[in-house]
């Protein structure tokens, strides 16, 4: 399993970016998917999470109405749109999977077996 993100780069505070994270997954949507960021100091933090079917979506509140998961499973493929970014949102962010055959989104990053390598988003104020 490999999970491989794109899309980062430096933005300016109010601006947007569109992440994606293509997966070598033959059985990609029957998981959920996860985004996940760490700044540098700090833990790692749920983002947002899709259901196997995109139906449901979960988002931290500090995100919520800001960001927007999506997924393509024919493309094997989940997206993260972020709008009104501000300079608290400067992390790498990670895309993730449970690998698991459940519509559970968790939001505790020990529930995610398989990481993608990461992808940096500088938010400058």
């Known amino acids: 399993v490999q999970l491989q993100a794109f899309g980062g780069g430096l933005v300016q505070a109010g601006g947007s970016v569109r992440l994606s994270c293509e997966a070598s997954?033959?059985?990609?949507?029957?998981?959920?998917m996860g985004w996940f960021r760490q700044a540098p100091g700090k833990e790692r933090e749920f983002v947002a999470g899709i259901s196997r079917t995109g139906s449901s979506t979960t988002y931290a509140d500090s995100v919520k109405d800001r960001f927007t998961i999506s997924r393509d499973n024919a493309k094997n493929t989940v997206y993260l749109q972020m709008n009104s970014l501000k300079p608290d949102d400067t992390s790498v962010y990670y895309c993730?999977?449970?690998?698991?055959?459940?519509?559970?989104?968790?939001?505790?990053?020990?529930?995610?077996?398989?990481w993608g390598q990461g992808t940096q988003v500088t938010v400058s104020s």
């Open positions: 993730a999977t449970d690998f698991q055959f459940t519509s559970v989104i968790f939001t505790n990053p020990e529930d995610y077996e398989y």
């Open positions: 997954i033959r059985s990609f949507g029957s998981h959920v």
